[in-house]
């Protein structure tokens, strides 16, 4: 079966982990390995055994470093487990040969090898490692067991070219052999083991996420024919509140009147922003619009209400075209706007601009000079439901940035340098604009 996703990129992250591990204690075990070696080579007689000792010791400590700073520099690449495997496999092989063959202390090094290599390596090349192992112990045997290698044993071990009678050397190969294929079946069934968990867990994710999402799914169908249909006796009751107005005399009546004539439009406008937020995005009907057009048409909708609240609008953005869906970008700019005339405070003024960057991008930005967005909040303003009005419904940036994403670009928001906030919608260049990029540029102000 094929690996669940995910699945290899939590296996690369942990194997990554292990082998930065390994490098950094292979250095903590350096000294001990390199005072026993210098020690023997130190009492050792024979001189070619000294200089090989040497040499060993050397380029092992040489080896060790220059992987943990490739480790370090570089990161974990796939090629370094198997490199590293058969270079330790091989160096302890020659300095178990060169320090007493069968009874040289550095032999057992190979049983963690064989783990090492089982948990690391695919399994054929485990077997592969754990066969030059078992070759090379034999061939060990053989040299103490014949007398070709003299001086095989050390002098500190009595010296001689075997430490015992040929059937001793051989049975010993053949135990060491069985203990190297259990460390490597050891390491394989720990490979195993892991991996299987790892399987098991993400299956079990994956299962749970797609029974989320269809839950979400349905929630979000049932609540959006919910709102639907709670569309139509607010539409009633908003009607038969204008029918009454005309009858109420003036006073407490007709007081309460226009503050539910009100509640009434603020819940039509929390249930539209609901609906779109919960139908998919529809696909875009893209063409080339004139920005600074769309700006000055969003700055003339929202006159009366900058107006009532003491706050002016202005545009500078002639000039600037983009490749887009005229529609949707007005919808966000709406929003844009509404927000910051809502947070900006008497004779203030809320600012229209739009200009195209070096990149080719089209951007139109929306300033105001209210109390700006809190830093606690920020990032998390565009979540679902997330909103710093008191009677906000925590939808319109979520919808607007979707909008802005849709369309390839994105939507920003930002301190703005002496007080306020900086809303900037992002538009990709058009495709023409993408190579060289089309020169665009900003007109004169013009008050809305």
């Known amino acids: 079966m094929p690996p669940p996703p995910g699945h290899r990129e939590i296996q690369h992250e942990e194997v990554s982990r292990l082998f930065g591990k390994m490098a950094g204690g292979r250095l903590a075990a350096l000294p001990p390995i390199v005072v026993l070696a210098l020690w023997l080579a130190w009492i050792e007689p024979a001189a070619w055994r000294r200089v090989a000792l040497v040499v060993a010791v050397v380029g092992m400590c040489v080896f060790f470093v220059a992987e943990w700073v490739r480790f370090r520099r570089l990161g974990f690449s796939p090629g370094a487990i198997p490199r590293n495997l058969v270079i330790a496999t091989f160096w302890q092989m020659g300095i178990t040969a060169i320090t007493g063959g069968l009874a040289s202390p550095f032999i057992y090094i190979a049983v963690p090898l064989g783990m090492i290599a089982g948990v690391f390596l695919p399994w054929r090349a485990s077997l592969l490692l754990s066969g030059v192992q078992i070759a090379a112990t034999f061939t060990l045997a053989a040299l103490g067991a014949t007398g070709a290698a003299p001086e095989l044993n050390l002098q500190v071990f009595g010296g001689g070219a075997r ?7 051989y049975t010993h ?138 706050v002016g609008v202005a545009v500078r953005a002639d000039g600037v075209s983009a490749r887009c869906d005229p529609r949707k970008v007005k919808q966000i700019l709406m929003n844009l706007v509404q927000n910051a005339l809502d947070a900006s405070p008497a004779r203030a003024a809320v600012e229209l601009e739009a200009a195209r960057g070096a990149d080719g991008a089209a951007r139109v930005r929306v300033l105001d000079r209210g109390r700006g967005v809190d830093p606690a909040v920020q990032g998390s303003l565009f979540s679902p439901g997330a909103t710093t009005k008191p009677r906000g419904s925590g939808l319109g940036l979520t919808i607007a940035r979707a909008l802005a994403r849709q369309h390839g670009g994105d939507l920003v928001l930002s301190p703005r340098p002496g007080g306020g906030t900086v809303a900037e919608l992002v538009l990709p260049p058009p495709p023409r604009a993408a190579g060289g990029g089309e020169a665009g540029g900003t007109g004169g102000g013009r008050a809305a």
């Not at 892991?194 to 994710?205: E, N």
């Not at 929630?219 to 038969?240: D, M, Q, R, Y």
């Not at 539910?260 to 080339?288: K, T, W, Y």
């Open 163 to 169: 430490v015992g009678p040929p059937a001793y050397l």
């Open 173 to 310: 190969a053949a135990m060491l052999s069985l203990v190297f294929l259990f460390s490597s079946g050891a390491g394989r069934a720990l490979r195993w083991s892991f991996d299987r968990m790892i399987r098991r867990a993400l299956t079990a994710q994956q299962a749970s996420l797609e029974a989320h999402a269809e839950r979400a799914e349905e929630l979000t169908a049932l609540s959006a024919e919910i709102a639907h249909e709670l569309k139509n006796p607010l539409a009633s009751v908003k009607g038969l509140a204008g029918l009454l107005a005309p009858g109420v005399p003036e006073g407490k009546a007709s007081e309460r009147l226009q503050v539910l004539r009100r509640e009434v439009d603020r819940m039509q406008a929390i249930l539209d922003e609901f609906l779109n937020f919960s139908r998919p995005l529809v696909p875009l009907a893209l063409g080339d619009a004139d920005l600074g057009l769309l700006c000055h048409e969003v700055a003339a909708l929202h006159e009366g209400m900058a107006r009532e609240r003491d």
